[in-house]
């Protein structure tokens, strides 16, 4: 973060790109760059790659070529120096910690360490009791309202983080205080603030994994969870300008890529597309938002949700990308599916005399293509240029001007004619449709012209509760874009069939024997096979 008025921040430009590389004065540096100069030198290393002045400001083209290249800069950097309280005025020199922390140094040996504090952790608030852990809460940190600070943190493999009364130092294992220790392990959280481990960014799951695997498998549907968790993350910093939101997330993505072997599409991932596509906007939670605008929703004050716009979305971006969803003070993206899916598929593979997950369709990803590229070829500015990429599926549709109930209806009647064991079925439908524009009515309704694009369906069948058998399914609501052929996305639905009346006894083949025979029910009999170009 280069301070509170970049503008007035020496920089790199191409009237001054002839003196620089004969000089730089040490008296024109900010006491920010000044101290990271200095720790660098402490650390015994020569080189430092500070932004402003490695890349030249003021030419597009420099810009662009070196912002693509942020994942192999911060990726292979050696230590990423992150100042979490800029300095506005003084110096950020921080105090000597030994004056509110005392300590003993010693020769260390065996037995005992070099270091030795007079005060344990457990006895820091006793005797500092006005003192605040606010460098412990990651939300309360200026650095981290920034977006294009969030690849930095999480590429570098080695950060100090500067800039505030203790020294801390994070990689992709630890997370420690100079003087309280470990501040955040694996599945830890501190109080007032997330997990703060690196960790949790990148799930073990799909690493080495085969691409072609079932897409409901406990990995993939965290997978796809756990990247929503950090695109609703990098969604909530603050930008100085928009036209950087794509490419201020680039060097995630690039990194996402080499290390699962995936294809990334405009923050979507080509060979998990029919999941990757079943985000939508919801509201944020009432904690989520006092959080965050503290000073305007208040505690015990319940927010009052509007529409307003903190940023619009990524100009020229495909409809079917989140990239083009405007950032909406109060509201957030989401995947359809939750915690429920992996937990339920999980129990199915523990217990399967009691719990049965069956996939039942899926959308087939054809193709994607960039302009001017051949078919399934990602130019090198594929991580951050977007205009124009469209995708083709393999689906069914329904039209949304015909009756989706009705059809539902007509075909469990059919299903308690044709089979004895179902003839005393009931089933209990819930609908629910987002538009990716949200909206503050409570119902909305899909555009008549539409259609619904199916991307997944799966059934459930269980012992416990009421509804045996569950059918899930989940897709796009596409309208007509301008090009003829193409489609554009408008919103996404889910609907949730839950089945009862149908026994899952011996005398019905338990579990298994009724997944097996619902399994072959189909519930879009007269949907319309079609292959659809999304633009």
Request: one cysteine or more; hydrophobic letters at 40%.
């Amino acid at each position: 973060m280069w301070g509170p008025n970049p503008e007035k921040q020496i920089r790199l430009l191409q009237e001054n790109i002839s003196d620089f590389e004969n000089n730089i004065p040490w008296t024109e540096l900010s006491s920010i760059y000044r101290e990271a100069i200095c720790i660098t030198l402490a650390l015994g290393y020569r080189y430092i790659w500070i932004d402003s002045l490695c890349i030249i400001q003021d030419s597009s083209s420099d810009w662009a070529h070196e912002a693509t290249r942020m994942a192999t800069v911060y990726g292979n950097a050696t230590c990423n120096i992150a100042f979490l309280f800029p300095s506005t005025t003084t110096p950020p020199l921080r105090a000597n910690p030994r004056i509110w922390n005392p300590c003993i140094l010693r020769h260390a040996t065996p037995s005992q360490k070099g270091v030795y504090l007079r005060h344990l952790n457990d006895t820091w608030r006793q005797a500092f009791p006005d003192e605040k852990q606010d460098w412990l809460v990651q939300r309360d940190w200026p650095l981290f309202g920034r977006a294009w600070t969030f690849q930095e943190y999480l590429l570098a493999p080695r950060t100090l983080l500067y800039g505030h009364r203790n020294l801390m130092w994070q990689c992709g294992h630890h997370f420690y205080d100079e003087l309280l220790g470990p501040v955040a392990a694996k599945s830890r959280n501190i109080p007032g603030g997330r997990e703060m481990g690196k960790e949790r960014y990148f799930p073990d799951g799909l690493r080495d994994a085969e691409l072609d695997l079932d897409l409901s498998t406990p990995e993939t549907l965290r997978f796809a969870l756990e990247w929503m968790n950090m695109v609703n993350e990098y969604r909530a910093r603050a930008l100085s300008f928009a036209t950087d939101r794509a490419v201020a997330f680039a060097g995630i993505a690039s990194s996402y890529q080499r290390l699962y072997g995936l294809t990334y599409l405009a923050g979507c991932w080509f060979e998990l597309l029919p999941l990757s596509l079943l985000w939508f906007i919801e509201k944020k939670p009432p904690a989520l938002i006092r959080g965050q605008y503290l000073a305007i929703v208040p505690r015990g004050v319940e927010p009052v949700y509007s529409l307003d716009v903190e940023e619009e979305g990524v100009r020229d971006s495909p409809s079917w990308s989140w990239f083009s969803a405007p950032i909406w003070k109060f509201w957030r993206v989401s995947c359809v599916y939750n915690t429920d899916e992996p937990s339920i598929r999980s129990r199915s593979l523990r217990e399967p005399t009691r719990s049965n997950f069956r996939d039942i369709y899926w959308a087939r990803t054809l193709s994607f293509r960039f302009p001017h590229t051949m078919s399934n070829a990602c130019p090198p500015t594929g991580f951050s240029a977007f205009t124009n990429l469209c995708i083709t599926l393999d689906t069914i549709i329904f039209p949304i001007s015909q009756n989706l109930h009705a059809a539902l209806a007509s075909h469990f009647h059919r299903l308690q004619a044709l089979n004895p064991l179902d003839a005393n079925l009931y089933w209990d439908p819930d609908f629910t449709y987002h538009l990716d524009t949200p909206s503050l009515s409570s119902s909305p309704s899909p555009p008549r012209h539409g259609i619904f694009a199916l991307l997944n369906e799966f059934q459930v069948v269980r012992t416990a509760g009421e509804y045996h058998v569950q059918r899930r399914m989940a897709g796009l609501v596409l309208v007509r874009a301008e090009e003829e052929g193409t489609w554009m996305r408008v919103g996404v639905w889910r609907l949730k069939v839950r089945i009862g009346g149908v026994g899952v006894g011996e005398e019905e083949g338990g579990v298994q024997g009724v997944a097996e025979r619902w399994g072959r029910h189909e519930l879009t009999g007269n949907w319309e096979k079609m292959e659809l170009v999304l633009v």
